[in-house]
C-alpha cells in the first residue's frame, strides 16, 4: 500500500532493460535538475529542474504548423527550420503535440510516485531473474530528496533492488536520510583537483568527497564512476591521486571507468545551449588502459563502461 501523501516530482525519462546503470537488468529513473554543470554532461536536459523545449532541426519539414499553436510568438520559421526564443518559451506542449514529425518534444514532466512504481513494476519480472532492479539517475536524483525518498521507501517496501547514481554535491544530511533504503551507490569522482573541479563542474570537490569518505564509513556499498576526459583528468598526478583516495575507504565494490563520448552534442544544439568540448575527442583505448592499469596497481576492481 502506498503511504499518503506521496510526493510528486520531476523526470526527464525512464529507460528499462537497462544494464550498466547496477547489477542485473534494471529500469532506470532519471530525475530531472542537477547542482553541477559538468562541460562533458552527456544528459543536458536534466540540468535544470523546470521542464524544457527540445527542438530537433533534424526532424523538423518546416512546415510551419507549430507557430499557430504558440501563444507567447516564441517560435519563428526560418529558412525552413523553427527558431527558439527561450525567454519567451513557457514550455507548454502545444507545440509538440501538433508537430507532424516530432521535432518538437518537452523535456521534463511531473510525475507522482504512483505513476513511477508503475512503470518500476512492470519489468518486475527481470529483476527477480537477473538481479536487477531500479537506478535512479539524472540530473541528480538528490536534488529532489523528497521524491526521492518516497520511491526508495515504496521500492523497499516491495524488495526491489535500489541502486542511487549520484554527483554527491549535496548536504550529507540529505544522503544519511535515504542511506539505509539504497542498496548501492554509483558515486562520481570527477577530478581530485579542486580547481579544476570549480572551472569544470561549477563547483568545489569539499563536500563531494567528505560526503563519499562519510558513505563509506557508514558501511555502504559503493561503485566508484570515473570518466575518463582527454587533457582534464587523465594525467597521470589526478589518476594516481584518484586511486590513493579511493583505495583509502573501505566498502568500494569497483570503480567503473566512464570514457568520454561525444553522443551528447546534438542534444546541446536541441536545447539552444552551447557544448565547451567540441575539439575534445574520446580518449585512446591505450589511455583507457592505462587508467584502468593504474587503479589496479592500487589493488582495486575495474571495469570499463559500467560493466
Not at 507548454?92 to 507532424?100: I, T
Not at 590513493?244 to 568520454?260: C, D, E, G, M
Request: hydrophobic letters at 35%.
Amino acid at each position: 500500500m502506498l503511504a499518503a501523501p506521496m510526493k510528486n516530482g520531476v523526470i526527464f525519462d525512464i529507460r528499462r532493460y537497462a544494464i550498466h546503470d547496477g547489477p542485473g537488468i534494471r529500469t532506470t529513473v532519471f530525475l530531472k535538475g542537477c547542482p553541477l554543470r559538468c562541460w562533458w554532461c552527456h544528459n543536458p536536459e536534466g540540468q535544470d529542474i523546470k521542464p524544457e523545449l527540445v527542438y530537433r532541426k533534424n526532424r523538423c519539414t518546416g512546415c510551419g504548423e507549430c507557430l499557430t499553436s504558440c501563444q507567447r510568438e516564441a517560435l519563428s520559421l526560418m529558412a525552413k527550420s523553427v527558431s527558439v526564443d527561450r525567454e519567451k518559451c513557457v514550455p507548454c506542449d502545444n507545440c509538440s503535440h501538433v508537430c507532424p514529425s516530432d521535432a518538437l518534444a518537452i523535456a521534463g514532466k511531473q510525475v507522482s510516485v504512483k505513476e513511477v512504481l508503475e512503470e518500476i513494476e512492470k519489468d518486475r519480472t527481470f529483476y527477480e531473474e537477473s538481479g536487477g532492479g531500479v537506478t535512479f539517475s539524472g540530473g541528480e536524483p538528490l536534488l529532489q530528496p523528497d521524491f526521492l525518498n518516497a520511491l526508495l521507501h515504496e521500492c523497499k517496501e516491495r524488495a526491489i533492488h535500489t541502486v542511487v547514481d549520484t554527483c554527491g554535491f549535496v548536504q550529507y544530511e540529505i544522503i544519511e536520510r535515504m542511506r539505509d533504503k539504497v542498496d548501492l551507490f554509483l558515486y562520481d569522482i570527477k577530478t581530485m583537483d579542486n580547481r579544476k573541479h570549480k572551472k569544470y563542474t561549477g563547483a568545489s570537490n569539499e563536500q563531494i568527497l567528505k560526503n563519499l569518505k562519510a558513505l563509506a564509513e557508514k558501511g555502504s556499498s559503493i561503485v566508484i564512476s570515473f570518466p575518463i576526459i582527454p587533457s582534464i583528468n587523465d594525467d597521470d598526478e589526478n589518476v594516481t591521486r584518484t586511486a590513493k583516495f579511493i583505495s583509502s575507504l573501505f566498502n568500494i565494490q569497483q570503480v567503473n571507468l566512464l570514457p568520454y563520448h561525444r553522443a551528447g552534442i546534438e542534444k546541446y544544439k536541441s536545447l539552444g545551449k552551447s557544448y565547451k568540448l567540441d575539439k575534445i575527442q574520446p580518449p585512446s583505448s591505450q589511455r583507457i588502459n592505462f587508467v584502468k592499469e593504474k587503479m589496479e596497481a592500487f589493488g582495486m576492481k575495474v571495469g570499463v563502461g559500467g560493466g
